[in-house]
């Protein structure tokens, strides 16, 4: 039997960033506007998660918070400081 994917997301005004962790495999996938972008196995899924999460007690296992931190992280990185100020704004 296949584990649930661990999921986390962030709308944006032009779509959705999510994020999923396979536990039974490791496996970190992130969707931008339902499009892959990102695929990572162990160990490299593992440190992405432990780059922007190390202070959580995460293990091998993320949390929802964890990947959360996961997808502000890639939207910062590919969209810059303006794209997130935009979502916080329009949550508000």
Not at 45 to 72: I, M
Not at 83 to 89: C, D, L, P, T
Request: with cysteine.
């Amino acid at each position: 039997m296949k584990a649930k994917a661990i999921t986390a997301s962030i709308d944006m005004p032009d779509g959705a960033v999510s994020a999923e962790f396979h536990i039974d495999t490791g496996r970190l996938r992130i969707f931008e506007r339902g499009v892959l972008r990102v695929e990572l196995f162990p160990p490299h899924s593992w440190f992405t998660v432990a780059s922007v999460a190390g202070n959580s007690r995460w293990g091998t296992r993320p949390r929802e918070a964890d990947l959360h931190l996961v997808v502000e992280n890639f939207i910062l990185q590919r969209f810059g400081m303006t794209a997130y100020h935009r979502e916080v704004s329009c949550a508000q």
